[in-house]
T-cell receptor, first 110, second 114 residues
Framework: GEDVEQSLFLSVREGDSSVINCTYTDSSSTYLYWYKQEPGAGLQLLTY?????DMKQDQRLTVLLNKKDKHLSLRIADTQTGDSAIYFCAESISGYALNFGKGTSLLVTP | DADVTQTPRNRITKTGKRIMLECSQT?????MYWYRQDPGLGLRLIYYSFDVKDINKGEISDGYSVSRQAQAKFSLSLESAIPNQTALYFC?????????????FGPGTRLLVL
């Protein structure tokens, strides 16, 4: 399928905000997801947003959705060293599977 | 206990060998998936199953086969392993609720084919 695009790497300092961006492909995707993968572990669902929403906030996480540009972003406030991981954007396709981006490696430095 | 388990966690095998990766889930989900993860390529779907009698090919099914032995078990086989099948393999499950598709992942199996 077509690619979901993400930047491959992001480095931030502890306490700063992190913004991870994603461009998805299917304008009919009903849900968009952010997954987190810590070293040596599987993917864990962080949050998701329904396509009729522009924004969703969950504690330190803010998801913004721009349907016109098919752009999704994840903002992590007050980033901590424990937030260092790979973050995957994913879109639902045909209601049965997820199309994942290649992942953004977030490095949080003290 | 983990909801989605994979065995083995690590495996080294030789070219031409047949191997099986197993996945079990206690979530009671009907849908199960197998993905492979390669550095810089993200996750790619190998096979998926909506229930015990329903098996479907994903994006990269060549060289793989699957078996859905029960609702809780979904195994992936490499009939004749080759080095470019060296990757991290993930099993996932989901409980399709209308249009929302949240997938729950196992811890992964790291496979090295020599």
């Amino acid at each position: 399928g077509e690619d979901v695009e993400q930047s491959l790497f992001l480095s931030v300092r502890e306490g700063d905000s992190s913004v991870i961006n994603c461009t998805y492909t299917d304008s009919s995707s009903t849900y968009l997801y952010w997954y987190k993968q810590e070293p040596g572990a599987g993917l864990q669902l962080l949050t998701y947003i329904f396509s009729n929403m522009d924004m969703k906030q969950d504690q330190r996480l803010t998801v913004l959705l721009n349907k016109k540009d098919k752009h999704l972003s994840l903002r992590i406030a007050d980033t901590q060293t424990g937030d260092s991981a790979i973050y995957f954007c994913a879109e639902s396709i045909s209601g049965y599977a997820l199309n994942f981006g290649k992942g953004t490696s977030l490095l949080v430095t003290p | 206990d983990a909801d989605v388990t994979q065995t083995p966690r690590n495996r080294i095998t030789k070219t031409g060998k047949r191997i099986m990766l197993e996945c079990s889930q206690t979530k009671g989900h009907d849908r199960m998936y197998w993905y492979r993860q390669d550095p810089g390529l993200g996750l790619r779907l190998i096979y998926y199953s909506f229930d015990v009698k329903d098996i479907n090919k994903g994006e990269i099914s060549d060289g793989y086969s699957v078996s859905r032995q029960a609702q809780a078990k979904f195994s992936l086989s490499l009939e004749s392993a080759i080095p470019n099948q060296t990757a991290l393999y993930f099993c996932a499950t989901s409980d399709f609720g209308g249009t929302q598709e949240t997938q729950y992942f196992g811890p992964g199996t790291r496979l090295l084919v020599l």
